[in-house]
């Protein structure tokens, strides 16, 4: 069994932290400058050696870019842009980083196809050594700016964009985000029909409620919400309501949970402590309760998506330790077939259904 994680930051971390991914999570710790997880991206979750030693077998790494005045943090803190020229440069550099990062390390894999992704899971087989095993890497941009205009994916995925989110909390030129509500824009409904012609993910995750009822009735092509929580866990935009979940499920899609406490509880605020592991399996049993199967829920961690150990649930110092979902899920009775389906098979489905053969 191994895991697949719908939404790791990666290149983000690298860019607004100098965060080394091949570095273990507790190392960069020691590293680090304590920053207070109230103002700061609080301490590192992420890291290779880590998901390698807890079964990540393949993660979601995105292309995020913050826009001006509406990133995680304050200006200064973390790259931003003001254009969609600055967006796709900046864009572009996070492209790049990923391409340096698999030329340099053996054991980090871009998957732009099927052939690609066997390959990949091949290396985790019963008995393949620690050093052998191979991470893959699905390319997923989360919020759409960077395309300077929706005929221009044509490139990106050229070089690997496999997975593309239209919309970011503050919304993009082609949809409305979950800070405001509102619909897809021109933009937005035009980038479908490019994307259903790639056969790329539409990642529905951030997209304002209007905009998420346009975009699963209009795609054609194989949908996820890579990282969202159910809403009866906080009620937010941000989560999604049972009815987007039972839609998603009705278009066969999978939503990954979250693993941070913001999204998880009602009242839950930064720096008030953390949540019990418990919480996020419970978010699982709640998705499997509303679609009836255990067919979509997978995971979409976000570690280090603006928040560190801190802001987790207890269990989780690293991403390796996203592979107690699967201990969690066996003493709460799932049959070995669900686990494996929520801890990776879900998202390899909709893998599938997208890449291209080689």
């Known amino acids: 069994m191994i895991l697949v994680d719908a939404h790791q930051d990666i290149a983000y971390n690298a860019f607004a932290f100098n ?30 050696p880590d998901s390698l030693l807890g079964r990540v077998a393949v993660a979601f790494a995105t292309i995020f870019v913050a826009p001006a005045g509406g990133g995680l943090f304050a200006d200064g803190v973390e790259p931003v842009y003001a254009d969609a020229r600055q967006a796709s440069t900046q864009g572009l550099r996070q492209l790049d980083f990923y391409e340096r990062l698999t030329g340099e390390h053996e054991q980090v894999r871009i998957i732009h196809s099927a052939r690609d992704l066997d390959e990949v899971l091949a290396t985790w087989a019963d008995g393949t050594p620690y050093a052998q095993r191979t991470q893959g890497l699905v390319l997923l941009m989360e919020g759409a700016d960077p395309i300077r205009e929706p005929k221009q994916f044509e490139e990106w995925y050229e070089r690997g964009v496999r997975a593309v989110g239209p919309a970011w909390s503050n919304g993009t030129r082609y949809a409305a985000g979950n800070r405001e509500d509102g619909p897809l824009t021109s933009y937005g409904f035009e980038l ?44 937010s935009m941000r989560n999604l309501s049972d009815r987007q979940i039972q839609m998603l499920a009705e278009r066969d899609g999978v939503m990954g949970i979250v693993t941070y406490n913001l999204f998880l509880n009602k009242t839950w605020r930064a720096g008030e402590g953390r949540l019990p592991f418990t919480i996020v399996l419970d978010a699982i049993d709640h998705v499997c309760q509303i679609t009836g199967s255990a067919a979509h829920v997978g995971i979409g961690s976000d570690l280090d998506g603006g928040f560190g150990v801190e802001s987790v649930p207890h269990g989780i110092e690293t991403s390796g330790d996203l592979w107690w979902i699967t201990t969690g899920l066996r003493k709460r009775g799932y049959t070995e077939a669900d686990i494996e389906a929520i801890a990776g098979g879900n998202f390899l489905r909709k893998l599938r259904e997208s890449l291209p053969g080689s």
């Open 19 to 48: 965060r080394d991914y091949t570095l273990p999570a507790y190392k960069k710790r020691r590293l680090e400058p304590y920053t207070d997880p109230r103002t700061g991206p609080g301490r590192p979750t992420l890291g290779l």
């Open 192 to 235: 479908l029909e490019v994307l259903a012609d790639a056969r790329a993910v539409l990642d529905t995750s951030h997209l304002a409620e209007q905009a998420f009822f346009h975009a699963v009735e209009r795609y054609e092509g194989p949908i996820i919400a890579s990282h969202s929580n159910p809403r009866r866990f906080r009620e």
